[in-house]
């Protein structure tokens, strides 16, 4: 979840899911066949959960009450783009 978090947010959208949402999405999707579900229905319900939680940053750029996030997230982002694993790697 923290991977797909920092994929999201370097790419300008922010995950609105508190940590048990994104707990309980990450437990449904690992024991998603123990459940009896189909690939395809973890998959939808993945799709629709980022559908419904993300948020494009320019959106709380906007909006005066969330600035203070909006620069928060704008600093994870520049860290994470500029940390060293996230160069290209001599090969």
Known sequence: MLALEHF???NGSFLALSNREM???AKET???RQRGMSQEAVLRN???TLEE???PLWKLETEPEFSGLYRHLMKLARGIRKHK????QPG
Not at 85 to 88: D, Q, R
């Open 8 to 10: 999201l947010l370097v």
């Open 23 to 25: 707990y309980t999405l």
């Open 30 to 32: 690992a024991t998603y």
């Open 46 to 48: 993945i799709v629709r």
């Open 53 to 55: 939680a993300t948020i």
């Open 85 to 88: 694993l996230n160069k290209a």
